[in-house]
T-cell receptor
Framework: SAVISQKPSRDICQRGTSLTIQCQVDSQVTMMFWYRQQPGQSLTLIATANQGSEATYESGFVIDKFPISRPNLTFSTLTVSNMSPEDSSIYLC??????????FGPGTRLTVL | KNEVEQSPQNLTAQEGEFITINCSYSVGISALHWLQQHPGGGIVSLFMLSSGKKKHGRLIATINIQEKHSSLHITASHPRDSAVYIC???????FGAGTRLTVKP
C-alpha cells in the first residue's frame, strides 16, 4: 500500500486569501486526484493531477480557482484561490498506482471566515 | 439523479448485528471501491473489486458487474465500525452519497 500525507491537516483562513495544500506519497504513483467534500455532502472529484502536463478539471471546477501542480510522481499541490466561505470543505488527495489501487490522504479541513 | 446510489442513507445497529450496505450504479464501471470515512474526514479504502467477493476480517464485499450492484457486509458489528461508508465507481470516481452507520454498544 501507499502512504499519503497532506499538509496542512486543517486551517482557518480569511475571505479573499489563498491556501495551498500539499499532498505527498511515499512511492511513485501514476495518477493523483484532488477531491472536495462540502459539509454534509459526498466526495466530488475536482481534478486529476497529471505529471508533466496541466491538470484535467471536472465540470464546475476551473484552473483559476483551483490551480494544481504535479512536479513529480510523488507530489502534488492544490491551491484554493480567492477563498469564500463556500470553499469551506474537506479537501482530499488520492493516488492511483498502476490504475488499480486508490489510496487516500487524511484530508485537509478548511474553514473560511 | 446520482449515477451511484447507496442505501440506506443512515443505519443504526446494535453491537453484534450483521450489517448490509448496498450500492447500485447506472454507468458502466470496471471496478468499484468501498471506502470508510471516520469522523474528522480521514478516508480508508476498504476494498476495490471488479468481480465476485472479497473478505477482510469482518468485512465482506460482493459485486455483480452485469447487474451493476455491490454490497458491503459487516459481521459481528462493533461500535468502532461507526463511520460513513462510501462506494465509488472506478471510472471517473463517481461517489455515492454515503451510508452513515452507527453501532450502539
Amino acid at each position: 500500500s501507499a502512504v499519503i500525507s497532506q499538509k496542512p491537516s486543517r486551517d482557518i483562513c480569511q475571505r479573499g486569501t489563498s491556501l495551498t495544500i500539499q499532498c505527498q506519497v511515499d512511492s511513485q504513483v501514476t495518477m493523483m486526484f484532488w477531491y472536495r467534500q462540502q459539509p454534509g455532502q459526498s466526495l466530488t472529484l475536482i481534478a486529476t493531477a497529471n505529471q508533466g502536463s496541466e491538470a484535467t478539471y471536472e465540470s464546475g471546477f476551473v484552473i483559476d480557482k483551483f490551480p494544481i501542480s504535479r512536479p513529480n510522481l510523488t507530489f502534488s499541490t492544490l491551491t484554493v484561490s480567492n477563498m469564500s466561505p463556500e470553499d469551506s470543505s474537506i479537501y482530499l488527495c488520492s493516488a492511483d498506482r498502476n490504475y488499480n489501487e486508490q489510496f487516500f490522504g487524511p484530508g485537509t479541513r478548511l474553514t473560511v471566515l | 439523479k446520482n449515477e451511484v446510489e447507496q442505501s440506506p442513507q443512515n443505519l443504526t445497529a446494535q453491537e453484534g448485528e450483521f450489517i448490509t450496505i448496498n450500492c447500485s450504479y447506472s454507468v458502466g464501471i470496471s471496478a468499484l471501491h468501498w471506502l470508510q470515512q471516520h469522523p474528522g474526514g480521514g478516508i480508508v479504502s476498504l476494498f476495490m473489486l471488479s468481480s465476485g467477493k472479497k473478505k477482510h476480517g469482518r468485512l465482506i464485499a460482493t459485486i455483480n458487474i452485469q447487474e451493476k450492484h455491490s454490497s458491503l457486509h459487516i459481521t459481528a458489528s462493533h461500535p468502532r465500525d461507526s463511520a460513513v461508508y462510501i462506494c465509488a465507481g472506478n471510472n471517473d470516481m463517481r461517489f455515492g452519497a454515503g451510508t452513515r452507520l452507527t453501532v450502539k454498544p
